[in-house]
């Protein structure tokens, strides 16, 4: 049978009873034992009085024949006594006839002053013996006492046939205490278990009831709970990106077809074509760095990204960036300001900063004004790395300096699309600094400017790399 494998409330209940049942057996064969060794005490100790009076009642006669005192006869009566010679001749038997039914004393068998020993007659009544020897009036004696050892045994079977009894009824409720007791254990796991199954995509905010929140079972459903809330959440925001990477591809494929309609439904003239064609290349040039990002974006969520970390020279890092999207600033005649030196150069992930690097400085440019100037400062504190992209825009309301980290996050939605803006770039950066072990992080200027700082700790870069 395979149910003690599935049911954990029948193995409870099995191991429950199976224990019970032996801590029982033990209790009754113990006490059996000591029932057994008080009454066989308390036998022995009858003997003994009983010879302690026989002996002051046994005279010897003036020709050596050996007497009791018979005033007290009920006493004789209800004992069985035997005298002996040292030599072995019965000098005296309180039951003549019963007498035969065990051996005889033998002289070489009692070498001791008194012995003890338990013995059956022929017909099957087991006894318990007491000899003793004793000087009386000058005259050696054996006496051999006899007390019958049923009583014990008649007790004993008595207490047998309770325990046969009781026994079979105490593991029966047992069997059935622990079925219930398990049962009642079990039951939240039960219910958990019922709602756990019930839970999918589509209800993914139930819970499991949690029954006692500082026992076992309830510490499981809250973990579980924990667990859920968890899922929900990575579920919520892999439901939003996906809603939000949608919405933003479909603009710029609407922005195409709708240019490509309107060419259709009149012929252009060459130079209109141009335009249009160009428009529609722009339209998927922003197309192409979504979709890049988005992948960006996947990959580092996947968790599947390996750093390649070298020695790098920050200021020159920061130099070629600068002028890989100096076309981009002179369009608004923009001009960058690069100050400060590191001390030694930092093990660094060179593609994912510049990426980062990338991103800031596009920012800076398209929130910019027009002919400002954007300042780029490296500096070094102690153990720490600083590097500070400041430009002269509005500042960011300090209600959205940690949104604007955020997928698809833009403070003025509008402004920031027509600049080609997705809302990934911050997001992409700061992966890109905190997945080395840095900070990124922006202080909005008090009356114009916002700064954007990439922080790295020497420490923990030489402990990681
Ligand atoms: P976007 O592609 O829209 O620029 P980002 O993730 O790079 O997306 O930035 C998110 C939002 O943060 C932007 O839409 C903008 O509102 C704000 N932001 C980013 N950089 C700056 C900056 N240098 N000055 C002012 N606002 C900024």
Known sequence: MDLHKKNVRFRLTLWYTVTLTVILLLYAGITLFMTWLNLSHSLDRHLEKDYEVIEEMVEIGPDGRVHIDEDDRSFLEERWIEIW???????????????????????DSNLYE??????????????RELVARANIEGHDLV??????????????????????????LA?????????????????????????????????????????????????????????????QDAFE???????DAAHELRTPLTAIRSTGEVALQ????????????????????????????LLFLSRADSGTFSLRPETTDLRELVEQTADLIQPLAEEK????????????????????????????????????????????????????VRLDVTDEGSPIPEAY????????????ASRSKESGGSGLGLAIARWAVEVQGGELFVTPGKEKGNTFTIRFSRRTQTSSV
């Open 266 to 293: 009149e012929p252009q003239e060459p130079d209109t074509y141009r335009e249009i064609i160009g428009s529609i290349l722009e339209e998927n040039n922003r197309l192409t760095n979504l979709v890049n990002s």
């Open 143 to 168: 006496f051999r006492l006899f007390r019958s050892e049923e009583g014990i045994y008649g007790e004993l079977r008595k207490f047998i046939l309770l325990l046969l009894i009781a026994l079979p």
């Open 333 to 384: 005649q923009q001009e960058f300001l690069i100050e400060g030196q590191l001390r030694a150069p930092l093990l660094l992930d060179k593609t994912l900063l510049r990426q980062a690097l990338l991103n800031l400085l596009d920012n800076a440019i398209k929130y910019g004004p027009p002919g400002s100037t954007i300042r780029i400062t490296l500096q070094e504190e102690e153990d720490t």
């Open 85 to 107: 010679s040292p030599d072995g001749n019965l000098l005296y038997n309180s039951r003549p006839f019963s007498g035969r039914d065990l051996p005889p004393w033998h002289p």
């Open 401 to 412: 300096t940690e949104k604007i980290f955020e997928r698809f996050f833009r403070v003025d």
């Open 171 to 231: 593991m029966l409720a047992a069997a059935w205490g622990g079925y219930w007791l398990a049962g009642r254990l079990l039951a939240p796991l039960g219910r958990m278990t019922r709602k756990a199954r019930q839970i999918g995509d589509r209800n993914l905010h139930e819970r499991l009831p949690v029954d006692n929140p500082s026992d076992e079972m309830g510490r499981l459903a809250i973990t579980f709970n924990e667990l859920l809330d968890r899922i």
């Open 237 to 243: 925001r892999l439901r939003q990106f996906t809603y």
């Open 114 to 127: 008194m012995t003890f020993r338990s013995l059956t007659t022929r017909s099957g009544v087991r006894m």
